[in-house]
């Protein structure tokens, strides 16, 4: 059974940083697509970041580019969300995605097979 479980989260003011890991269980993504998901209240789940199989290629939605930083450790079957001059509305549920394959749009939830239960990140100003 795959389980994938976000960590990291947390209440932070606004200029701080915190890190979300993300352990996958079950299966070994070293050749598939990660990547990192938010919601907010009242908001639908939006793309936040996404990284391919060997680390080559990333992609952030524009309102974290230059903060937010993506990275994966494939021996520990693992991702990792850097986060840095956070704001109060990045506040949101933060949810961990993986893909078994390689996805040319790492942007594209519904190319992701498997979903955390999320984070909370509360950003206060």
């Known amino acids: 059974q795959v389980q994938l479980v976000e960590s990291g989260g947390g209440l932070v003011q606004a200029g701080g940083s915190l890190r979300l890991s993300c352990a996958a269980s079950?299966?070994?993504?070293?050749?598939?697509?990660m990547g990192w998901f938010r919601q907010a209240p009242g908001k639908e789940r939006e793309f936040v970041a996404g990284?391919?199989?060997?680390?080559?290629?990333?992609d952030y939605a524009d309102s974290v580019k230059g903060r937010f930083t993506i990275f994966r450790d494939n021996g520990k079957n693992t991702v990792y969300l850097q986060m840095n001059s956070l704001k109060p509305e990045d506040t949101a549920v933060y949810y961990c995605?993986?893909?078994?394959?390689?996805?040319?749009?790492?942007?594209?939830?519904?190319?992701?097979?498997?979903w955390g239960q999320g984070t909370q990140v509360t950003v206060s100003s």
């Open positions: 079950g299966r070994s993504f070293s050749s598939g697509t």
């Open positions: 995605a993986a893909s078994p394959y390689r996805r040319a749009d790492l942007s594209r939830g519904h190319e992701y097979n498997f």
């Open positions: 990284i391919s199989w060997s680390g080559g290629s990333s």
